[in-house]
């Protein structure tokens, strides 16, 4: 089945330690997303990338870092730099046709807690 | 960036239609308008999208007013599936890829 798989479900880390979110996709889109959701509130993008090797900020990029070594995966490392890291993290995927008429696809989300 | 306007909660008795409405006075002449919903603890799904003709899909319709500053989705027959929360998006950047999440509209259906 063609999809957007992340790990863990979820993820619990202690307060000033790094942790590292998977995302991966067997869709071949060339562009991948990672939101950040609070309670209550709508998803908010922290970094996107278009393609292989490039990437991009978003709304809320600082305490986060990505990678993009591979067009099917795009981990996503919450540092000991984000200050209020408990959150619901969610990853998509969408071609890249451009005009606005790519669809987003998303996983199922992996909920993060500092203790 | 154009920005979308929606109400924060709306209720419908189930089996009857549900009218979602999105106002977006600020779009531009070639923003598309797409409708996501999320459904409790998991990631958000596409449901529909226009840029000015009235659109169907087996999951809903989208009414676009003429002058596209405003939008409804509309769900034909309710179903207890259907709460969610509806969020209307206007793409932005310089591909149309990057979507703004407001805080959407919190649809409960009542049985």
């Known amino acids: 089945d063609g999809g957007i798989t992340q790990s863990p479900k979820y993820l619990f880390r202690k307060e000033g330690q790094n942790v590292t979110l998977s995302c991966e996709q067997n869709l071949n889109h060339d562009a991948m997303y990672w939101y950040r959701q609070d309670p209550g509130q709508g998803l908010r993008l922290i970094y996107y990338?278009?393609?292989?090797?490039?990437?991009q900020k978003g709304d809320i990029a600082e305490g986060y870092s990505v990678s993009r070594e591979k067009k099917e995966s795009f981990p996503l490392t919450v540092t000991s730099a984000q200050k209020n890291p408990t959150a619901f993290y969610l990853c998509a995927s969408s071609d890249l046709r451009g005009e606005g008429t790519d669809t987003q696809y998303f996983g199922p989300g992996t909920r993060l807690t500092v203790l | 960036d154009a920005k979308t306007t929606q109400p924060n909660s709306m209720e419908s008795n189930e089996e009857e239609p549900v009218h979602l409405p999105c106002n977006h006075s600020?779009?531009?002449?070639?923003?598309?308008i797409h409708w996501y919903r999320q459904l409790p603890s998991q990631g958000p799904e596409y449901v529909i999208h226009?840029?000015?003709s009235n659109v169907n899909n087996r999951m809903a319709s989208l009414a676009i007013a003429e002058d596209r500053k405003s939008s409804t989705l509309i769900l034909h027959r309710a179903t207890l599936r259907d709460a969610a929360v509806y969020y209307c998006i206007l793409p932005r950047g310089n591909t149309g890829n990057q979507f703004y999440f407001g805080t959407g509209t919190s649809l409960t259906v009542i049985p």
């Open positions: 600020t779009i531009s002449g070639t923003d598309y």
């Open positions: 990338s278009q393609i292989v090797n490039d990437f």
């Open positions: 226009g840029l000015t």
